[in-house]
């Protein structure tokens, strides 16, 4: 009894760290998971010689795609369906797409110009969104930060060079820098 009883009391304590734990790695995994695919779709671009964009919806439930298209509805989920974040793939329409249901209770906000960035063919860097490549004196960058409920932030700043890179503005977050 008394093994049992020391072993409740250990659990009770570790429960709490372990939710912490928890919020913690999804709040980290979210602003890892967009830093990679904004790097992936930098390279995309240059690789296929083609203009990309990433589309945020910052709303909630919030979600991102990745499309040719400069919009998408990143919450559409039939390849097929009109305005569907869509790559082309051996000619077939691959989606792509993150849902906030991977990282529940993380929230989203963006300054990215109504929630679009993109990437030039050519250099990779961070494109002039609006209508068309030179349609806006405001380019692609921007930053998106995560949230979750301990009040934790996370920061995915995009550069007009293409650079990406992830900072804690508060330095909330163990292991990352604070943001500047």
């Not at 979210?30 to 296929?48: H, K, N, S, T």
């Amino acid at each position: 009894m008394i093994t049992l009883s020391v072993l409740a009391v250990l659990a009770s304590l570790g429960v709490p760290a372990m939710q912490e734990m928890l919020e913690r790695n999804r709040l980290k995994g979210a602003a890892q998971a967009l830093a990679e695919d904004l790097q992936w779709v930098r390279g995309e671009a240059i690789r296929r010689n083609r203009d990309l964009h990433l589309i945020l919806d910052p709303d909630s439930p919030w979600c991102w795609g990745i499309s040719e298209a400069s919009a998408c509805d990143c919450r559409l989920t039939d390849p097929d369906a009109a305005n569907a974040c869509t790559l082309p793939i051996n000619d077939t329409k691959v989606l792509k797409h993150i849902h906030d249901t991977h990282y529940a209770g993380v929230i989203a906000a963006t300054n990215f110009d109504q929630g679009v960035t993109g990437f030039e063919r050519r250099r990779g860097t961070t494109m002039r969104m609006g209508s068309g490549s030179a349609g806006s004196a405001r380019h692609g960058n921007g930053s998106v930060t995560f949230s979750n409920a301990r009040g934790e932030q996370l920061r995915v700043i995009l550069s007009v060079t293409g650079r990406v890179r992830v900072c804690s503005p508060d330095q909330s977050v163990p292991g990352y820098r604070r943001c500047n």
